[in-house]
């Protein structure tokens, strides 16, 4: 129960509601456990920010109202099932016909009344104070485009445009620096959900949305589209990386940096930097620095810094680059980057060009 | 058994039909109005879907049982889970539901017919040729772009993915008229049913002395008018949109996507009751049949279910909580969401009222009413913590979600429909179901539903997304996967023991007589399967349970009502 009494620890009653919740749903408490402190961990139940923080308190209260209704019905029916059945030994009479009674409907109609009015204020606590939020002095603006099947973050504050790994800096509770989302569609709905960090919330076209985030703990964090998007919703995936200020300063001031002007050294890579600006690749792509100014695809101005490729579909190897230059169904099938029809050469011409862009 | 004490037999004789050729079988069910025969026709076809859904439930089963699995391509999922909730609410819950309601509710209410026989065939034609459409797309989706391809927007089909320039070729058009065209048999269904329970019901039988089954076909009916409207209004707008032109829903020029979800769940939601609700109905006549007593607190049952239609029409935000909608609308619709609760609780505490200081026999159809109760409340339950708008922002669009609403559905309706089964087949066939073979099949299909969906909520909790046609390993979900398709396996055999049952006890089965049940309602006063006449002469009754009044003279119900 390490994760569970972690977060209840600031809560009333937490014993009380540690039983319940073991009581209620042992396999989702065991669960929910040994995976908290993985490093792939998705839970709700382990939450680092406070959106997903005041959201899994809120879980815990209401899976405790909704565990004592739950025990106090399925101890009746289990009661009435088992003492009212039929006996062998029946007389073959009809048992006295009762046909109800006001106190009792009364009754069962006041009380879940109020356990609803209960739960409501509860609920509307929480809304108020995750939407209603304000923008503290030192936050972080990061504008959210949902692609097919892809993210693009653009940090106005900076002026960079990166894509597919979300970098923000952790926010110390005292001093907050939250990350505000401004959340837009290019094409159709998709939703950002990070369960570690915050709820979801759907990327809509013409529907700017916002959402919030103040991790509280250096580290990465997964999760991915959650709104059916297309094809490849499946392999829409998020990665947030909680970085140290320092490390997400100096992250910033290396995303802000142009591609070197002068041309690669290598002559491979150079070779592959032509190609990559005579083929339709800066149709949908950018470079910082060079003529590619697409953008229909990811920005690559600094695409080795990130880890994966694809939007989280494959690790950033130079080979899976190769693979999916060449043939992105390998990797992505259904995505909408084409297959360029080019030479053995020129793939790995244009492998080592980009490369170089770091 | 007391079917002698009944005098509501007698027959009329009839001119002899045509002949017995299989031709003229067939012709004689295709231009049937007998409310019996179209409601037979609506279970079989609804069966037909099942098994259908079933098999698409399958397919995604068996691709999400391990990572990365490579059973079936993205697009053929995507298809899949489309197709599979497409069929099941609109070519199997509806239709099952109505065929039940078409057959039982004219023989509860001591009539003769529908109050309109052609427009109920003219109803079931129109369904069924929706769903026969929806099935063509596999063969004409894509037109001109090539080979054959079903719809693959999922059931809610979200503006801006059903548009022309994500969507090519047919196969949203074919969804999209699907809806269309069942929609118009669903809303011809509904007026039938109300018009009917409003106007021909037997001599005696007031409003307060309905069979509670009329009263919630009543209820669901009135609703599926409210409902399927802004649905049918929906579609002629997205075909408007892709084909004349329109931008209501193009948000490349200005429409708007939250327009369509509106839209859309303002059906879906009340749909959800409208598929319950029978269910409920169902529930409502097995348990006092089975527990030897009359329902408990009949009149707070009729106004718990009224009151659940009304308000079940202003809970269709909360599918909608993740769009961004300001916290006080947020707020409003958790709080209606959770009123719901209230209604739906208070049926549940009269159903355990009515078993209390009863005698339960616990034969198949009263099995299946008590998985039903118990999972019922489980989704209740769920459902309260999916109102809780913060929640829902977590699980939301999880397999949380979708193992909830598969409890109402396969736990609670699905369940009620199989105790609907075993008790009206000897009605509807004069034979009884085999009761050996129903005990296996509630007891897998109960063993297959909780290793299915008691596992499916776990996932959703640890951050998996629905409508992902595969997924990473490393996230803690593999196991939990693999155990819900484990689960798919144990509901195969079972509804393999449902159908087996179903079509060895037509022939087999022992003879049911009028009234296998010792059951009240006039139903099981006529002959079993019933003439097509219904009745010889219109019953005329004095309380709700006519038959315990026959059966009872000494304590008769009139008395007490």
Redesign the interface.
């Known amino acids: 129960m390490q994760s569970l009494s972690l977060g209840m620890a600031k809560t009333r009653g937490a014993v009380a509601m540690q039983i319940l919740l073991t009581l209620v ?1 042992p ?2 408490a065991a ?2 456990v ?2 908290s402190n ?1 490093p ?6 382990s939450p680092v920010s406070t ?2 923080d ?2 899994f308190g ?2 815990l209260f ?2 405790a109202v ?1 565990g004592v ?2 025990a106090i ?2 101890t ?2 289990v009661y ?2 088992v003492k ?4 062998a030994d ?1 007389d073959g009479r ?8 006001n106190q ?2 009364l009754a ?2 006041v009380i ?2 109020l356990v ?1 009015v209960v ?2 204020l ?3 606590r ?3 104070g ?3 939020a304000r923008r503290p002095p030192g936050t972080i603006e990061v504008k959210v485009v949902g692609h ?1 099947f892809w993210w693009e973050y653009r940090y106005p504050q900076f002026g960079f445009v990166t894509a597919n790994e979300l970098h923000v800096p952790v926010s110390d509770p005292k001093q907050p620096t939250p990350t505000f989302l401004t ?1 837009l569609s290019a ?3 998709h ?1 950002f ?1 990070v ?1 570690r960090l ?5 990327l ?4 700017p ?2 959402m919030w985030i103040d991790p509280r703990q250096t580290g990465l964090y ?14 829409m ?1 998020l990665r947030v990386y909680v970085e140290s200020r320092p490390d997400f300063d100096h992250w910033v001031e290396t995303q802000r940096q142009s591609v070197a002007a002068n041309a690669p050294q290598d002559a491979s890579a150079a070779e592959g930097r032509r190609v990559f600006e005579t083929t339709a690749c800066i149709n949908c792509h950018a470079v910082k620095g060079t003529v590619a100014n697409g953008r229909f695809g990811p920005d690559l101005t600094h695409l080795m810094s990130r880890d994966t490729l694809a939007s989280g579909a494959a690790p950033n190897t130079p080979e899976n680059l190769r693979l999916w230059i060449q043939n992105p169904d390998a990797i992505k ?2 995505s909408l980057m084409p297959a360029m029809n080019l030479t053995d050469q020129e793939f790995d011409q244009l492998t080592a060009y980009l490369l170089t862009l770091r | 058994m007391a079917s002698d004490s009944i005098p509501i037999s007698g027959s009329i004789r009839l001119p002899q039909g045509a002949g017995t050729t299989w031709l003229e079988t067939l012709h004689r069910w295709v231009i049937t109005v007998d409310h019996k025969k179209l409601g037979l026709m609506y279970i079989g076809y609804a069966l037909m879907f099942l098994v259908i859904g079933g098999i698409e439930a399958t397919i995604m089963r068996i691709q999400l049982a391990v990572p990365h699995a490579h059973f079936v391509s993205p697009e053929v999922f995507n298809r899949m889970f489309t197709m599979h909730g497409t069929t099941m609410i609109f070519f199997v819950a509806m239709p099952i539901l109505f065929g039940f309601a078409n057959y039982l509710v004219p023989l509860m209410i001591g009539a003769r017919d529908m109050a309109f026989p052609r427009l109920n065939a003219w109803s079931f034609w129109m369904t069924a040729f929706g769903g026969l459409l929806l099935y063509f797309s596999f063969v004409g989706g894509d037109g001109l772009y090539g080979a054959g391809s079903a719809p693959d927007v999922g059931w809610w089909a979200y503006a801006p993915l059903t548009s022309l320039a994500f969507s090519k070729g047919h196969s949203t058009d074919f969804w999209t008229i699907a809806l269309l065209v069942s929609g118009f048999g669903s809303i011809g269904t509904a007026i039938n049913i109300l018009a009917t329970i409003i106007s021909m019901r037997c001599r005696g039988m007031t409003l307060g002395k309905m069979p509670l089954l009329a009263w919630l076909n009543l209820v669901m009916s009135g609703m599926v008018l409210l409902a399927v409207s802004p649905l049918t209004a929906a579609q002629i707008m997205l075909m408007i949109d892709r084909y004349l032109g329109g931008h209501f829903f193009d948000t490349q020029a200005g429409g708007s996507a939250t327009i369509w979800m509106h839209f859309f769940w303002i059906f879906g939601h009340p749909e959800v009751y409208v598929l319950i609700i029978p269910a409920f109905a169902f529930v409502s006549e097995i348990v006092p049949v089975f527990s030897r007593k009359a329902i408990f607190g009949y009149p707070v049952m009729v106004a718990a279910t009224v009151g659940i239609g009304f308000v079940s029409l202003s809970v269709w935000a909360h599918h909608m909580f993740t769009i961004g909608m300001a916290s006080y609308s947020n707020a409003f619709f958790v709080l209606t969401t959770m009123a719901v609760g209230v209604p739906t609780g208070i049926k549940i505490f009269n159903w355990l009222g009515t078993m209390w200081g009863g005698k339960i026999r616990y034969a198949t159809p009263m099995l299946f009413c008590i998985g039903f109760l118990f999972q019922f409340l489980i989704a209740g339950l769920t459902g309260i913590m999916l109102a809780s708008a913060p929640l829902d922002w977590q699980l939301g669009g999880s397999y949380f979600v979708v193992a909830h609403f598969h409890y109402v559905i396969v736990g609670g309706i699905l369940f009620a429909l199989f105790g609907a089964f075993y008790y009206w087949y000897p009605k509807m066939t004069g034979r009884m179901l085999d009761e050996r073979l129903g005990k296996w099949h509630f007891w897998l299909f109960l063993i297959g539903f909780h290793l299915t969906f008691d596992f499916m909520h776990i996932p959703g909790i640890l951050g998996m997304p629905r409508r992902i046609y595969t997924y990473e390993p490393g996230r803690g979900w593999e196991m939990w996967n693999l155990i819900v398709t484990i689960g798919v396996l144990f509901q195969i055999v079972a509804i393999l023991c449902f159908v087996f049952n179903l079509i060895n006890s037509y022939f087999r089965g022992a003879p049911a007589g009028n009234d296998p049940w010792d059951a009240w309602t006039l139903d099981w006063s006529t002959s079993s399967p019933p003439l097509a006449y219904n009745f010889a002469a219109i019953p005329e009754v004095k309380s709700r349970r006519p038959l315990w009044d026959l059966k009872h003279p000494e304590d008769p119900d009139w008395k007490y009502e």
Do not use: M
Not at chain 1, 84 to 87: A, Q
Not at chain 1, 94 to 101: A, D, V
């Open positions: 749903s396999v989702t669960s929910a040994p995976l993985s792939g961990s998705t839970s709700i139940f959106p997903a005041s959201i809120l879980s209401v899976l909704t209704i739950f019905v399925f009746l029916l009435s099932a009212f059945r039929k006996r029946d009809e048992p006295p016909q009762i046909y109800g009674s009792l409907e069962w109609t879940p009344v609803v739960l409501f509860a609920t509307a929480v809304i108020h995750v939407q209603d097919q959340l094409d159709t709905d939703s959900w369960p915050a709820g979801k919330t759907d809509i076209p013409n529907h949305n916002t997964l999760g991915q589209c959650a709104q059916y998007c297309g094809t490849q919703h499946a392999k995936l099938p259904g």
